[in-house]
Structures are given as structure tokens and as C-alpha cells.
């Protein structure tokens, strides 16, 4: 089976500058997750979606993060303006989706590299 | 809330030594718990999983048991090959909810 996609690979931008990455989830796979993984650290949850409805960003900065996932299928987080904080791993998951589930397997992308300068 | 405490690395091992990566955990009820395993530029997969005490999740070698009593989850292997250098994350999801929280990782080197 095709696993999640992600895309650019690796990203350099300049302070201040806006990013976009994206994301296509496992076919079939209702939930999606946004995670930041800073070097040396575990990742961090920055958004999840059910379908195309956000079920947790508690912990996004939404002064300067965005996400979206029109259709409930792939997905774009977006940084504007950049700080040097910044720059992470942004990993992109999925998984079926079924709420409540006590084994829920979470399948990941292979992440952005964001560097800002 | 929910937090995951694990072993700081880099932990660097030879080749066929006995592997303990420590896990333990704080959580409202019975969580499930897993680890992921990151190898170098790839993103993280699903290693084992144990969803109840007592529990003992296994795969590729690798053993961990869920006990209740000390709040814990430690990987083991027997027997580790250089193939095993990785980042280990070891992981929960509370019951009922689908926000898994990691723990920081370690970092895992096997020299031959």
C-alpha cells in the first residue's frame, strides 16, 4: 500500500518568509496529524483533523500556523511569517480514524526539514 | 495530564549486547502504549504496541511489557545488530482519545 506523502523534502527560507507544506494521507485514512519534531526532541502534536474538521490545535501557534484539509483528504500547514524557532521536522500522519480505538497505528510521512535563517 | 518519560541517549552498543531502553509513563487511567522506531532520514514507524496490562508487544526481536504496577514500558533485545541504529520513541495514547504523546527519544547505536 502507498504510504503518506509528503512534500518538499526539504525547505530553507529566510526569517520572516512563508512556507507551505503538503501532505497526502493513506488512502481511506480519516484522521490526519500535524506533528513538529525539533531536533533532539519527541514530536510534538500541532494539529489533527477528522476529515476535514479540525479535532485538535491546541497547540498551534495560530499567529502564525495554518492548516487545512479541504475534502478530507491531503493537507497544508503553513507558516507566515517564519522565526528562526522554527526550524524542525514537520511530520505529517495518518490513521483510520476509529474513534475511540485503544490501538490506533499511526503511519508517518518521512517529514519537511525546515531551516530558517 | 499525559506525559512520557524515557532513558536519555545516546545510548551505544556492540554488536549482539542485551538492549534495556526505559519507559515510563503518566496518564489518567489505562492507556495504550507503543514504541516507534525512526531510522536516519526516514520517518517513524510502528515497532510494537501493548493496550492493556500485562500485555507484552513484540516484533523484529524486540519485547516490551506493559506493567500496570510501575507504570512502565522498557524495550529489550536480546541480541542487537548494527541494523537496529535508530531513534526509539516510545509513545501513549489514552483510552478513548486519539492524541498519542511521545516521549523524547533515543537515540540507539550498535557498532559493529
Known amino acids: 500500500e502507498a504510504g503518506v506523502a509528503q512534500s518538499p523534502r526539504y525547505k530553507i527560507i529566510e526569517k520572516r518568509q512563508s512556507v507551505a507544506f503538503w501532505c497526502n494521507p493513506i488512502?481511506?485514512?480519516?484522521?490526519l496529524y500535524w506533528y513538529q519534531q525539533i531536533l533532539g526532541q519527541g514530536p510534538k502534536l500541532l494539529i489533527q483533523f477528522q476529515n476535514n474538521g479540525v479535532v485538535d490545535d491546541s497547540q498551534l501557534p495560530k499567529d502564525r500556523f495554518s492548516a487545512e484539509r479541504l475534502k478530507g483528504v491531503d493537507s497544508t500547514l503553513k507558516i507566515q511569517p517564519a522565526k528562526l524557532e522554527d526550524s524542525a521536522v514537520y511530520l505529517c500522519?495518518?490513521?483510520?480514524?476509529?474513534?475511540?480505538?485503544?490501538?490506533?497505528?499511526?503511519?508517518f510521512g518521512s517529514g519537511t526539514q525546515l531551516s530558517v535563517l | 495530564g499525559n506525559s512520557v518519560t524515557q532513558m536519555e541517549g545516546p545510548v551505544t552498543l556492540s554488536e549482539e549486547a542485551f538492549l534495556t531502553i526505559n519507559c515510563t509513563y503518566t496518564?489518567?487511567?489505562?492507556?495504550?502504549l507503543f514504541w516507534y522506531v525512526q531510522y536516519p532520514g526516514e520517518g517513524l514507524q510502528l515497532l510494537l504496541k501493548?493496550?492493556?496490562?500485562?500485555d507484552k508487544g513484540s516484533n523484529k526481536g524486540f519485547e516490551a511489557t506493559y506493567r500496570k504496577e510501575t507504570t512502565s514500558f522498557h524495550l529489550e533485545k536480546g541480541s542487537v545488530q548494527v541494523s537496529d541504529s535508530a531513534v526509539y520513541f516510545c509513545?501513549?495514547?489514552?483510552?478513548?482519545?486519539?492524541?498519542?504523546?511521545f516521549g523524547t527519544g533515543t537515540k540507539l547505536q550498535v557498532i559493529p
Open positions: 501493548a493496550t492493556k496490562a500485562d
Open positions: 488512502s481511506g485514512h480519516a484522521t
Open positions: 496518564a489518567t487511567g489505562y492507556p495504550s
Open positions: 500522519a495518518s490513521s483510520l480514524g476509529s474513534q475511540g480505538a485503544s490501538n490506533e497505528k499511526l503511519f
Open positions: 509513545a501513549l495514547l489514552p483510552l478513548g482519545y486519539q492524541k498519542v504523546t
